[in-house]
């Protein structure tokens, strides 16, 4: 039983480029969502689904970019790398769209931007 | 505006000891508390979790102390085993109101528990 796998574990880029942060989850969860944890700033979601193609901002969305094509994928774009888009992200999923119901979390990918 | 407080931000604690970390919100409206557990190179893991109705939540070695009036709770952690040594989360639920229903994280505790 996978869970929430996020790939890559690791990324670095350069200022200004773009990239995909790969999201799936195998426990056919109808609520999705990416997080990003900075030291000091707990985790703050960026953009959430509750169902495929339906996707919805979050706390801090801008510079991202979401899509649900699938119940299980939930990819975040990052449009043009900026130094302030240095963290680790989490995604996310629940069986829900409440959330007082348990989220399931992925590993993370660890991000730098240049 | 963090509307979720905690601290400490990190904690010493020796095995056998107890650990207790606190967290403090300002929206009444919070219906649902939940603490996540990370440890190193890992997403956070739900621990448990309490809603407003009740004081106290135990399972097993954790237990979550809940003060409605002082808007406080607190995670505490009986007999500490290096094993506990993670990174800690309190989180608040705001609940559905015209679509704003999420989770408000706090800034995390970093507890390392010392044979």
């Known amino acids: 039983n996978a869970g929430v796998t996020q790939t890559p574990k690791f990324q670095v880029l350069k200022t200004g480029q773009s990239m995909t942060l790969q999201c799936a989850q195998d426990m056919n969860h109808e609520y999705m969502s990416w997080y990003r944890q900075d030291p000091g700033m707990g985790l703050r979601l960026i953009h959430y689904s509750v169902g495929a193609g339906i996707t919805d901002q979050g706390e801090v969305p801008n510079g991202y970019n979401v899509s649900r094509s699938t119940t299980e994928d939930f990819p975040l774009r990052l449009l043009s790398a900026a130094p302030s888009q240095t963290s680790v992200y989490f995604c996310a999923s629940r069986q829900g769209r409440l959330s007082n119901q348990p989220q399931h979390f992925g590993d993370g990918t660890r991000l730098s931007i240049l | 505006q963090q509307q979720v407080k905690q601290s400490p931000q990190s904690l010493i604690v020796q095995k056998g000891g107890i650990s207790i970390i606190n967290c403090a919100y300002e929206?009444?409206?919070?219906?649902?508390f939940p603490w996540y557990q990370q440890f190193p190179g890992k997403g956070p893991a739900l621990l448990i979790a309490i809603r407003p109705d009740v004081s106290e939540k135990k399972e097993g070695r954790f237990t979550i102390s809940f003060n409605k009036s002082a808007k406080q709770f607190s995670l505490h952690i009986m007999d500490s085993q290096p094993g506990d040594s993670a990174t800690y989360f309190c989180a608040a639920r705001s609940p559905p109101n015209f679509g704003n229903e999420k989770l408000t994280f706090g800034t995390g505790t970093r507890l390392t528990i010392i044979p």
């Open positions: 929206n009444t409206a919070f219906d649902y």
